[in-house]
T-cell receptor, first 113, second 114 residues
Framework: AQSVTQLDSQVPVFEEAPVELRCNYS??????LFWYVQYPNQGLQLLLK??????LVKGINGFEAEFNKSQTSFHLRKPSVHISDTAEYFC???????????FGTGTRLTIIP | GAVVSQHPSRVICKSGTSVKIECRSL??????MFWYRQFPKQSLMLMAT?????????EQGVEKDKFLINHASLTLSTLTVTSAHPEDSSFYIC??????????FGSGTRLTVV
């Protein structure tokens, strides 16, 4: 079984400042890792994913994440945030292609003008 | 590519009635679809995994007779909330798997039972 921990439930950041949203996971098998963004009353949009290969993954909207196997982490970063980045961010893990996704509890990112 | 359409986006129903939510993969075949429930300001909780042509696999604690899932084709899965009650009010989201390409989510359905 897999689990995901997002330690920060809320992260306020000033506009144009950098941000890091933390995600740690646990699993007894190799995993796929994902970051999703959710805007109010909407579904989830994929930001980026790690399946294999390069541990630095670049996604949409200027986000990137680094897979660190030794620390079992997959932190999400953006060098300069915008007001439009205000949303809920979910880290998720699965054991394979058609396996279920296990989500973290989410981090609400609030951008302060 | 990889678009999942979920309908309706919002539904209000009377207590005791049933509501059907559809999830369609528009440009790919999804052998596996997932149904999630999300309470306000909380994460997504997996309700069931739906495989085309077979019975859904429900997570522990999810009433299979209340939440009927049908995956009749490679592009359509439905969730029917039977005899809905106010406590069933929630945001329901489906997703479809494209194998190692990952998962695509529908836009969600806000169910309000009055």
């Amino acid at each position: 079984a897999q689990s995901v921990t997002q330690l920060d439930s809320q992260v306020p950041v000033f506009e144009e400042a950098p941000v890091e949203l933390r995600c740690n996971y646990s699993s007894s098998v190799s995993v796929y890792l994902f970051w999703y963004v959710q805007y109010p009353n909407q579904g989830l949009q994929l930001l980026l994913k790690y399946l294999s290969g390069s541990t630095l993954v670049k996604g949409i909207n200027g986000f990137e994440a680094e897979f660190n196997k030794s620390q079992t982490s997959f932190h999400l970063r953006k060098p300069s945030v915008h007001i439009s980045d205000t949303a809920e961010y979910f880290c998720a893990v699965s054991a394979g292609g058609n396996e279920k996704l296990t989500f973290g509890t989410g981090t609400r990112l609030t951008i302060i003008p | 590519g990889a678009v999942v359409s979920q309908h309706p986006s919002r539904v209000i129903c009377k207590s005791g009635t049933s509501v059907k939510i559809e999830c369609r993969s528009l440009d790919f075949q999804a052998t596996t679809m997932f149904w999630y429930r999300q309470f306000p300001k909380q994460s997504l909780m997996l309700m069931a995994t739906s495989n085309e042509g077979s019975k859904a696999t429900y997570e522990q604690g999810v009433e299979k007779d209340k939440f009927l899932i049908n995956h009749a084709s490679l592009t359509l899965s439905t969730l029917t909330v039977t005899s809905a009650h106010p406590e069933d009010s929630s945001f329901y989201i489906c997703s479809a798997s494209k194998g190692s390409d990952g998962y695509t989510f529908g836009s969600g359905t806000r169910l309000t039972v009055v």
